[in-house]
């Protein structure tokens, strides 16, 4: 059987290793371990913050391994997941589909949107728990004309304890990550190996031979018939550079700023991340506890239990690349201008439930959904493979994403890959 490699556990590499298991005989290599919630309680959270010790957003990893946090010379705090699941195990299990740039560039992924929502459960019934302000701020909205709708969740979320832990890592079993997916694929018979990073693909006359990696016992290669990289926006074009194939410095990162207040027994910090969504062309806004200013935001004095927040998150401009280790992204004239168009929304809407403008403040910029540095276009609308890659090399991850979605872009992820396993399976031609 034709030996895969797929680089990544995450919302692309779970997919189509789960796709591929079978056809080929996939081996998925990823650089964490086991994904861990955060175990420390809210409390404990607060009594660290009170000790001062929690200077540096890059800290968290101390305490919570699969959350790292890199930082750009702006100070913008990109956080990423690292370990079985990757970035999904922190994510707030949003479920949009998000695929209009690329149904403009031909590329129709209706068939793979349908299976992936009979995979995996999607529901708004979250919002029967909804407590008092949230709507409240819905109902403001609502009367703004913001045309607010409770976001779809992935998962089961008749387990939901309503922790608002959700970005911490979901104790419950309620929100869905690609974990379940990754499962599906070692019960079909697909192996995984973690604490194994990928450093470069080995190309041979033109074709990729496999991968070499780095594990605590050295450098190993991996032999392969065909090899997917999807270790995300950041990690996948690191692995092409090293392999001499360059990238474009379009990278997009969806900025989060959040606009928040003292409000006494605000449920945020327990409650469900992110109930509901407002739509703009450039952004959107959602009530959002953001742990990241929380614990690490000077500004930010007030206790869990008494800071509301909305966030914001841009569709950033495509500006911005990853060399190594360094990450360079800053927001240009055009974001800035749209995040002073959003955070007056948000005071706007805090005004309506009786707080000035004065007491409201804002929080660290942050971003967690990377993407954008090898670019689909309508030229490979059919074969989804950038023709600076050997045949047998595909990615499968946020890196094809042609420009920012400003939004959840799991479930697109998740539909994009479905559709390269078809073409790498031979159950959709290519046209190459
Ligand atoms: C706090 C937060 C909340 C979010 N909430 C949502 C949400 O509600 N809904 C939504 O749709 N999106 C959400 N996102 C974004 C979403 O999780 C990511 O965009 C998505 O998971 C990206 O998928 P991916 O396959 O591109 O990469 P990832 O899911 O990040 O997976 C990449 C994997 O590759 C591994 N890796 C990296 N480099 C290497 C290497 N060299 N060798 C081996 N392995 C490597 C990583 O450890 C990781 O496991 C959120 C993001 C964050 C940060
Ligand atoms: S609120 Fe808590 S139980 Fe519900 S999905 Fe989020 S982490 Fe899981």
Not at 5 to 28: D, M, R
Not at 58 to 71: G, S
Not at 265 to 279: K, T
Not at 333 to 360: H, Y
Request: charge should be positive.
């Amino acid at each position: 059987m034709p030996r895969a490699i797929v680089v990544g556990s995450g919302a692309g590499g779970a997919t189509i290793a789960k796709e591929l298991q079978g056809p080929f005989e996939v081996t998925v290599l990823e650089e964490g371990g086991d994904f861990r919630p955060l175990g420390l309680s809210l409390a404990t959270m607060e009594k660290l913050k009170r000790t001062h010790l929690l200077l540096d957003e890059r800290e968290i990893q101390l305490v919570f391994p699969a959350m790292r946090i890199a930082k750009t010379v702006d100070g913008m705090a990109l956080v990423r997941g690292r370990g079985l699941g990757g970035t999904t195990t922190v994510s707030c299990g949003n479920a949009l589909r998000m695929d209009h740039d690329l149904k403009a560039l031909g590329i129709d992924l209706d068939s793979e949107f349908e299976e992936t929502c009979r995979e995996i459960p999607v529901s708004t019934s979250h919002q029967k728990r909804w407590k008092r302000t949230t709507r409240e701020l819905f109902e403001i909205c609502r009367d703004m004309g913001l045309a607010p709708e409770p976001l779809p969740k992935m998962g089961d979320y008749e387990r939901c304890l309503n922790c608002g832990r959700c970005v911490l890592g979901c104790q419950n079993g309620a929100k869905w990550d690609s974990r379940r997916f990754l499962q599906a694929a070692i019960d079909k018979g697909a192996t995984v190996v973690t604490g194994c990073k990928v450093e470069r693909v080995v190309n041979r006359e033109g074709r990729a031979a496999g991968v070499e990696v780095r594990q605590r016992l050295g450098r190993k290669f991996y032999p392969a018939d065909l090899v997917i990289l999807a270790a995300g926006g950041f990690g996948t074009p690191v692995i092409l550079q090293n392999s001499g194939i360059a990238c474009e410095p379009r990278l997009f990162v969806d900025p989060v700023l959040c606009v928040a207040t003292r409000w006494e027994n605000s449920p945020q910090a327990r409650e469900l991340a992110m109930p509901f969504v407002v739509q703009k062309d450039e952004f959107i806004l959602s009530p959002y506890f953001d742990y990241v200013s929380f614990l690490f935001n000077k500004g930010w004095r007030y206790p869990a239990n008494d800071t509301l927040g909305i966030m914001i998150k841009l569709a950033d401009s495509n500006a911005g690349a990853v060399f190594g280790r360094r990450i360079t992204k800053t927001l240009s004239d055009q974001d800035r201008k749209s995040l002073k168009e959003a955070v007056g929304l948000c005071q706007e809407i805090l005004a309506k439930l009786g707080i000035p403008e004065r007491d409201t403040f804002l929080g660290t910029v942050n971003a967690g959904h990377p993407g954008g540095m090898l670019p689909l276009t309508a030229g490979i609308a059919e074969s989804l493979h950038d023709e600076r890659l050997p045949d047998n090399l595909y990615v499968a991850d946020a890196t094809l994403l042609p420009r920012s979605l400003g939004n959840p872009p799991i479930l697109t992820i998740i539909a994009l890959a479905k559709r390269i396993a078809k073409i790498c399976t031979g159950a959709r031609s290519s046209p190459r």
